[in-house]
């Protein structure tokens, strides 16, 4: 199952393509965010730590808001047939709390499109779980499958207060 840059992967979500040789990926896990990258052991980001305002770029180069996810020409062009199809790339930003501290956890995307809805609301989700103080439903991999396919009910454009509507039943399921 694929949402965005977000898959499911031997019962776990992942953030990027993690089937790449030598890519990497954010691992959702029950105890926090492991960003895993060649030569690296896998980092844990406790989701006690990570604060508000989580931010979710597909693309190199983007700044991103903070709130909603972005996606830049060349997480456009990584879609698409061609030399740019899977590259571009991505990143999850967020500061984090006791020491504070800004990261950019860095993930390679899938040469797949992905819908820029998709990105949207994973973006929300991402937020809105974080900032009521439920990050850590993001580890448990039921739950994400469930408020994913949740957020695929949302199929019109403009999105208006939908995703509001179905991250809040998302987030009190």
């Known amino acids: 199952m694929i ?3 977000l898959e499911l992967v031997d ?3 992942v953030l990027g393509d993690a089937q790449r040789p030598g890519g990497r990926w954010v691992g959702f896990e029950p105890d926090g965010l492991v960003h895993h990258a060649e030569g690296t052991q896998g980092e844990l980001i406790p989701w006690s730590r990570i604060m508000p305002g989580v931010g979710l770029q597909i693309g190199h180069g983007t700044k991103g808001s903070g709130y909603w996810g972005d996606v830049g020409l ?3 062009l990584g879609g698409l047939p061609g030399p740019f199809q899977g590259r571009g790339g991505g990143h999850l930003s967020m500061t984090l709390r006791h020491p504070y501290e800004y990261r950019k956890l860095t993930f390679d995307r899938h040469p797949t499109w992905y819908r820029t ?3 949207l609301l994973l973006a929300e989700l991402l937020t809105h779980a974080v900032s009521e103080g439920d990050a850590h439903r993001l580890g448990d991999a039921e739950w994400l499958t469930w408020a994913v396919g949740r957020l695929e009910t949302v199929g019109s454009w403009p999105l208006g ?3 509001a509507d179905v991250l809040q039943k998302s987030l009190s399921g």
Do not use: I
């Open 11 to 13: 019962g776990r979500w």
């Open 161 to 163: 207060h939908q995703p």
């Open 3 to 5: 949402y965005g840059p």
């Open 117 to 119: 809805a998709h990105v």
């Open 74 to 76: 060349t997480g456009l």
